[in-house]
């Protein structure tokens, strides 16, 4: 049975790093979320004055209104939450991703690769009736002379296309280095006289039925051996070109038929020739691998250790493998010289006996010593040659799979305990069974076809053993779930593995069942593969009509992809890779539809929103009159946190790997401030002259409403037809609580103190705004930095890089020691060792953030203290250490949120963190305003909390804050926020 999961083989679009559009879309979709609560900070002294409120109003004011924005994202922010873990949670049912596949194109792409793989089906299922040599005599069978002719029409068709290879590479093309072995196939195929193979399939063809073909036969054998040695000479010429990446950008889709097609022509070539003669080349390369191991074991005899000493040595340690060999080649050879009379089950039982002794042989140690001997040398190149002349014979495959089947199905039967033996019953009777619905017995359905006249015309006999065979893997899969065929598994694995015999109990049963089901998947997973891409692409079309069954469609593609990896090689899979590509597409864009209406279009939505907040906000500010509609403001900034909220979430969640280019985009904004700041000032400055705080925070507004529309322009654009990744459930490390506390520290704690606090309460008010400016320009240089690493230096950045060497696991490396990818030499290796534990060196900014909101509180209780003294109204001191502090913040969030990234906290702790850290953000920020109210409230010579101990002192605070935080709560639904500030106003003492 397939895999149903539709994500198996889900491709999302290439160019991560690559796709400077969807880095640019990230980028200015964090500026664009920061500026609604800039305008909350950056603005608010501007935006204070201009709606006509007093100064020492500030810390509230800033905090009212951010408080409004920050409270309402968290709603929402809970909701993209929601979103998100239903989408985590929902991707894998074949279900929701019906009308995906409903609305795509899957039936026509499937049909096409269904058409290309049939041509390829037809030829591969082939007669063989009747194409070989007669014994005694050398005769050609009846149907050999039109299987002859056949091999000459495909050798010259192959010729033809060689030929116009060698016309395309010329000296400027990217193809240029093919054009000598492009000759030299186009040679093979069809050169003078005999010696192409063109002409010796001819000759050969021209045998009557009573004259000894014998001769041309051999020339056939050696034809092709020439067209097969210059075929592989091109291939691996041309996978030279494919593996530099400059010489690959230039082969355009011309430059690249032109190689299929002689692939193409070339495997109908192979199909033919190995669906002819095969007995008698099995006969013949049986005889010359015969007499090579005969030699070999003659010299090895006769080597001393002054003349041949590594074949003294093999004679001494391995004169009992070699004999095995040279029996059982006999056996084979003896066989395959009765030719047309010959047994198909012999062969096959006579060629894997001398399989299973030659690489009893070729593993002794005293062997590979002596691989540079001649006679070692002819045994193992005349081994090779008899392999290739089994192994591509579909017919002997096919035989060989009825036989390990019987096999499976006896072992099968041997299974005795109670709890296993119902379904190893099942698998027994899947295997073979008295009937015809074994997969035994199918696959000799598909030899005899085969073996007539028609050969398996449509293909029916071998889809017949292509559902067999899943059968057989429904029912192994079964068993193998058992409790106790694992643990007998695992133990017979051990003792195996720790040298201990004997296997006890049912240990040998399963062992054997284990063995047998394995065998039978290699050998099966070697052929009938362009049949198997067919009948999967046939199923699949059925599977995707007007009433689609989402289920079938997925289990039919992960079944088809699972076949096209099957074909290995990658001229083989180029004969059906542009409709294979094509199909893929189509599936994956009906599989990302899901994720593209639940999360990518509403994130396009929003961004739209948010821009639309800002022209909002502008038409809000420009009316009112002189004293302006500070409520409106108000609440125009608190729909916009909403936004921001959901936004910021579904950002997040459309594609996580961008996350340090959003993070450098929230952080651009600073350096965008202050030039706009700067140069509005500069030019409107002048209050005497201009209206300037009304005027700096239209040019804010005007300017939000640009980066806005482009974010979203850029958004839209990036997103509407590039297909992110799926959810992909990960693991998270133990690293990861190292991240996570970055995050929720440098989230929580800041806006409880800044700028409230610091530096609203500890540095004059004129200083507020000169302290802003520094931090907008340094706060950009953290998530810049680690965006540039993590575009072109990823072992330098906080997220790590993403390993994809073999031994790798395919994750990130994490904020612990891994090795770097290295591809200098091709496919990626194992690269330099990267130290990815300093990460946690940062670790130290959450107990400094801490210490420092800790001092900036107690400089304001404890004036007459050395620290307060040495803080408040301190210019330099001051500022520096609220630098300190802001910064802190930043760089946490720069670290953290690519940290949980990188230690496996994608799925199910990036998000939820980055909500908790918002919560406790807004609710220390709130409980700050009623800190700050209830402070700013009492004279300084009249403190309530005189004469109270340390402990009652802060218990106070605390209470009388948390009784302001509950006011304030029911005050976020004013409908006069004028009239609120003026009564907070008066219960200010200073």
């Known amino acids: ?69 920050e409270l309402w994202c968290l709603p929402s922010m809970l909701l993209g939450n929601i979103m998100e873990q239903v989408y985590n949670y929902t991707q894998n049912i074949p279900g929701v991703h019906e009308m995906g596949i409903k609305n795509s194109e899957l039936k026509s792409k499937a049909g096409k690769l269904k058409g290309t793989a049939t041509d390829q089906s037809n030829i591969e299922l082939g007669s063989t009736e009747k194409t070989d040599l007669n014994k005694d005599n050398n005769f050609p069978q009846d149907k050999l002379k039109d299987k002859a002719g056949e091999l000459a029409t495909k050798a010259q068709e192959l010729n033809k296309v060689a030929a116009d290879l060698e016309t395309a590479a010329g000296p400027d093309s990217p193809l240029n280095s093919l054009k000598g072995d492009a000759t030299q196939l186009k040679d093979a195929a069809m050169g003078s006289g005999i010696d192409g193979l063109f002409g010796a399939a001819q000759e050969l063809a021209k045998k009557k039925t009573r004259e000894d073909a014998s001769g041309e036969a051999d020339a056939v054998i050696i034809a092709f051996d020439k067209v097969e040695e210059n075929y592989n000479n091109l291939m691996d010429a041309y996978k030279k070109i494919l593996d530099n990446k400059e010489k690959a950008a230039k082969l355009t889709q011309t430059d690249k038929d032109k190689v299929i097609d002689v692939v193409k022509k070339y495997l109908e070539v192979k199909n033919t020739y190995y669906q002819m003669i095969i007995t008698y080349r099995i006969q013949k390369k049986a005889q010359e691998f015969y007499q090579a ?30 004999t095995t060999l040279e029996q059982t080649a006999n056996l084979l050879k003896t066989e395959a010289e009765r030719l047309n009379t010959a047994s198909d089950s012999n062969i096959v039982r006579n060629y894997l006996e001398v399989e299973k002794a030659y690489y009893a042989l070729s593993a002794k140690e005293q062997f590979k010593a002596a691989k540079d001997e001649v006679e070692v040398i002819s045994v193992k190149t005349k081994f090779e040659a008899l392999q290739k002349s089994y192994e591509n014979v579909l017919r002997l495959r096919v035989q060989e799979l009825s036989d390990k089947a019987q096999t499976l199905s006896t072992v099968a039967g041997q299974l005795t305990d109670p709890d296993l033996t119902t379904l190893a019953t099942q698998l ?43 059968g057989v893997t429904e029912a192994y899969n079964d068993l193998a779930a058992k409790p106790k065929y694992k643990t007998n598994l695992t133990a017979a694995v051990e003792k195996i593995k720790q040298g201990q015999q004997p296997l006890v109990g049912n240990e040998t049963n399963v062992k054997a069942v284990e063995d047998a089901y394995a065998n039978l998947k290699t050998l099966y997973n070697s052929i009938l593969i362009f049949t198997k891409i067919k009948h999967y692409s046939t199923e699949l079309e059925s599977a995707a009509t007007d009433t689609v069954n989402a289920k079938d469609v997925i289990k039919n593609f992960n079944s088809l992809v699972a076949v096209y990896k099957l074909l290995g090689d990658p001229d083989h899979k180029s004969i059906v890779q542009t409709q294979f590509d094509e199909l893929q597409e189509e599936y994956s864009e009906a599989i990302y539809s899901y994720k593209w209406h639940l999360l990518t279009m509403p994130s396009m939505i929003t961004n739209w929103l948010n821009f639309l907040t800002f022209v909002i906000l502008f038409i809000v500010y420009i009316s009112g009159g002189d004293q302006g509609s500070v409520t409106g403001y108000y609440w125009v900034m608190a729909i916009s946190g909403f936004v921001f909220g959901i936004n910021m979430v579904l950002v997040y969640a459309v594609d996580y790997r961008y996350l340090p280019y959003y993070i450098a985009g929230e952080n651009s904004f600073p350096i965008v401030t202050s030039a706009i700041l700067y140069f509005a000032t ?46 992909a459930p990960d693991k998270p490390n133990p690293e990861v609580i190292s991240p996570v506390l970055l995050v929720l520290v440098g989230m929580g704690l800041v806006y409880s103190i800044y700028p409230g606090i610091a530096p609203g309460m500890i540095v004059p008010f004129y200083l507020i705004d000169k302290i802003e400016m520094v931090l907008l320009i340094l706060t950009t240089f953290p998530p810049l930095i680690f965006a540039f690493t993590t575009k072109f230096k990823t072992s330098w950045s906080p997220k790590t890089e993403f390993l994809v060497y073999p031994e790798s696991g395919f994750k990130f490396g994490g904020w612990n020691e891994y090795n770097a990818n290295d591809f200098s030499k091709g496919p990626p290796q194992k690269g330099e060792r990267v130290y990815a534990w ?63 990234v990188c230690n496996g906290g994608v799925t199910y702790v990036l998000l939820p963190t980055q909500w908790v850290g918002a919560l406790l953000m807004v609710l220390l920020a709130f409980y700050s305003i009623g800190y700050i109210t209830e402070y700013k409230r009492h004279d300084p010579s009249q403190w309530p909390t005189d004469g109270m101990t340390k402990w009652n002192a802060m218990c106070y605070w605390l209470k009388m804050a948390s009784k302001i935080t509950n006011k304030n709560f029911k005050q976020l639904f004013t409908k006069d926020l004028r009239r609120d500030l003026v009564l907070t106003i008066q219960n200010f003492k200073f």
């Open 1 to 69: 049975m397939g895999d149903s999961n539709p994500t198996s083989n889900y491709q999302q679009s290439g160019g991560f790093n690559d796709g400077d559009l969807q880095i640019a879309a990230y980028m200015f979709a964090g500026l664009a979320m920061m500026l609604n609560i800039r305008l909350s900070y950056s603005a608010a002294p501007f935006a204070l004055l201009r709606f006509k409120l007093p100064e020492n109003l500030f810390s509230v004011f800033v905090r009212t209104t951010s408080s409004a924005l």
């Open 293 to 322: 191991v005969n030699t070999l074991k003659t010299q090895a005899a006769k080597a001393t250790q002054t003349t041949k000493p590594k074949l003294k040595d093999l004679n001494t340690n391995a004169q009992g493998e070699m």
């Open 428 to 470: 027994k009777e899947a295997a073979s069974q008295d009937s015809d619905d074994g997969l035994k017995q199918k696959a000799e359905s598909l030899v005899t076809a085969i073996n007539s006249e028609s050969g398996d015309s449509g293909a029916s006999k071998a889809t017949n053993v292509i559902k067999a065979f899943e």
């Open 682 to 727: 500069s030019i409107f400055g002048n209050r005497r002259k201009y209206n300037s705080d009304y005027l700096v925070v239209l040019i804010d507004i005007s300017i939000s409403i640009f980066i806005a529309l482009v974010a979203s322009v850029l958004w839209t654009v990036a997103f509407r037809e590039y297909r992110t990744p799926m959810a």
């Open 838 to 900: 300093i990460w946690h060196f940062f670790d130290i900014l959450a107990p400094l953030q801490i210490i420092l909101a800790v001092i900036f509180i107690y400089s304001i209780h404890y004036r007459d203290s050395s620290i307060s003294r040495s803080i408040v109204n301190q210019p330099k001191m001051s500022t520096f250490l609220t630098i300190i502090f802001y910064m802190c913040h930043e760089i946490m969030l720069a670290t953290g949120f690519p940290g949980l």
